[in-house]
């Protein structure tokens, strides 16, 4: 595994800490494989997934030493486009816990969590047009379906950076914890995911990217209810209501 991707692994759960503090987490090649790799690992044994960073910043941006010798032909390619969409298609959750900077690639990064959780210090935005580029890894898909249409417009044509506080109140956040205790709310969300039934989290997380599409979700419904997990926890439920 790469240096610039830091693994903790457990039972149920991994820890991808982005370590390039000398460029403040900028996401070069070696960490787009590293993330091909753990992605790779995590769809042969799914765990809940906790994304963070090194050095009070979670990601400034795309290495752009890297991007401006990109030609077209690396555009069309998708480097950050396609790792950033095998991270959001993972079976189980993402936990993206946020501090410090988040630009660019690096909040594309995060967009592509299930989850967001933050610090008072996050700044979050995409700049790229200030550097003649779109933010094309996806922000102009994913952002509008986080904080609507017009909200997105104004962050991608403006390239306004948002605080924690805007953040919050625009629902790209979820919640703020200091910094000491930022890893550990991440945990507390895991401990909770993991409590629950696998196969039930996976197919929530299916009808969630299924959008208006009834008949697929029912589909999924049908297989958990004759799932042996759904009866073992809901017969454990009614016993215990019924002391």
Known sequence: MSEALRIERADD???ATLDRPDVRNAIDQDMVDALHALCAELEAAPR???LTGA???FAAGADIGQLRERTAEDARRGINTRVFARIGALPLPVIAALDGWALG???ELAYAADLRIATPRLRIGNPETGLGIIAAAGATWRLPALVGHARAA???L???VLDADEALAWGLVSSLHEPEHLLGAAHVLADRIVAN???ATRHTKTALAAGDDPEAVLE???ELFDSPEKHRRMSAFLERRSR
């Open 13 to 15: 759960r991994v820890v």
């Open 48 to 50: 809940t997934l906790i």
């Open 55 to 57: 050095g009070g910043v």
């Open 105 to 107: 690639g690096g909040a």
């Open 154 to 156: 104004e962050m991608l």
């Open 158 to 160: 403006t390239g306004r």
């Open 197 to 199: 039934d696998p196969l």
């Open 220 to 222: 999924l419904q049908a």
